[in-house]
Nanobody
Framework: QVQLVESGGGLVQAGDSLRLSCAAS????????VGWFRQAPGKEREFVAR????????SYADSVKGRFTISTDNPKNSVYLRMNSLKPEDTAVYYC???????????????WGQGTQVTVSS
């Protein structure tokens, strides 16, 4: 069982930066993938990024590639999402997830946080 708690969301202007944090508790391994998803109003949840707890094998959705950076801090059992050059279309509830993988052709996770709101004004 893995528990995840996100923090760091807020209201920012287009072009600003924001860093989301996710504190994890429970048993994990260095090869386990953790990551971020987001869900905008009226839209389906979408994959944003994932990384192994070891800090290797990061991957991103095309929509955020080059602007967002995912990272881990193993001693703190935390995963971060640094978001630069934010756009209004990045507005969504962002969810931290553990066990991120593709299943049945869709991105999914085994465990989820409660979500944190990110709002980007134009």
């Amino acid at each position: 069982q893995v528990q995840l708690v996100e923090s760091g969301g807020g209201l920012v202007q287009a072009g600003d930066s924001l860093r989301l944090s996710c504190a994890a508790s429970g048993r994990t391994s260095s090869s386990y993938f953790v990551g971020w998803f987001r869900q905008a109003p009226g839209k389906e949840r979408e994959f944003v990024a994932r990384i192994r707890w070891s800090g290797s094998s990061a991957s991103y959705a095309d929509s955020v590639k080059g602007r967002f950076t995912i990272s881990t801090d193993n001693p703190k059992n935390s995963v971060y999402l640094r978001m630069n050059s934010l756009k209004p279309e990045d507005t969504a509830v962002y969810y931290c997830a553990a066990g991120v993988r593709v299943s049945g052709g869709a991105w999914t996770g085994d465990y989820w946080g409660q979500g944190t709101q990110v709002t980007v004004s134009s």
